[in-house]
């Protein structure tokens, strides 16, 4: 299946904690990467290989996979992390799909 | 650091063909994987496809009637034509290095192409 499903939006309070999850039948058998985009600006990786952080980005995020859900986790949330979130999958087995999810909308309140 | 810049027409007519160039500096086109990817306004990301210097080539079963990528490794430049356009066609075209276990590293800045009908 090259569907990937995301929650539209998220609301969360400052300081609080985000939970994105990403659902596909048996995405844990597969890595899972994710991307923050803000408005105007090309997408930035913020999570590769379901839970390893690229230099540079706060240790607030972090990531697991595991079944038919992957979820990124925002901690201590911050006006600054207001942004689209996207996950991606490989499917390296067969026709080299990427397949990214629909996408959820972080609202810091 | 890796810098990619997409270049091409940003108007272009429906039924025509789109021709779009990343031009690579900061590193070499001889390994990882090149890939484009495209967002409609106001949408998701969509994945056109992806190469390997060694010419393999992979596109999205949506696009790939109608999609070709190409290397060239001696301008350290990725092209991209899409045929047979459609207004649902316009979207920003960006294009990225991927690293081998299919994550995007670094992105261009993203090109908006617009298709008039």
């Known amino acids: 299946s090259y569907v990937v499903t995301q929650p539209s939006s998220v609301s969360v309070a400052p300081g609080q904690t985000a939970n994105i999850t990403c659902e596909r039948n048996?995405?844990?058998?597969?890595?899972v990467h994710w991307y923050q985009q803000k408005p105007g600006q090309a997408p930035v990786l913020v999570v590769y290989d379901d839970s390893d952080r690229p230099s540079g980005i706060p240790e607030r995020f972090s990531a697991s996979n595991s079944g038919n859900t992957a979820t990124l986790t925002i901690s201590r949330v911050e006006a600054g992390d207001e942004a689209d979130y996207y996950c991606?999958?490989?499917?390296?087995?067969?026709?080299?799909?990427?397949?990214f999810g629909s996408g959820t909308k972080v609202t810091v309140l | 650091q890796v810098q990619l810049q997409e270049s091409g027409p940003g108007l272009v007519k429906s039924s025509e063909t789109l021709s779009l160039t990343c031009t690579v500096s900061?590193?070499?086109?001889?390994?990882?994987?090149w890939t484009w990817i495209r967002q409609p306004p106001g949408k998701g990301l969509e994945w056109i496809g992806h190469?390997?210097?060694?010419?393999?080539?992979y596109y999205s079963p949506s696009l790939k009637s109608r999609v070709t990528m190409s290397l060239d490794t001696s301008k350290n430049q990725i092209s991209l034509e899409v045929k047979s356009l459609t207004v649902a066609d316009t979207a920003v075209y960006f294009c990225?290095?991927?690293?081998?276990?299919?994550?995007?590293?670094?992105w261009g800045r993203g090109t908006l192409v617009i298709v008039s009908s």
């Open positions: 990225a290095r991927a690293a081998y276990s299919g994550y995007v590293e670094f």
């Open positions: 991606q999958v490989w499917d390296s087995s067969s026709d080299h799909v990427y397949v």
């Open positions: 900061g590193g070499s086109t001889t390994s990882y994987q």
């Open positions: 190469m390997y210097y060694s010419g393999s080539t």
């Open positions: 048996n995405i844990g058998r597969k890595s």
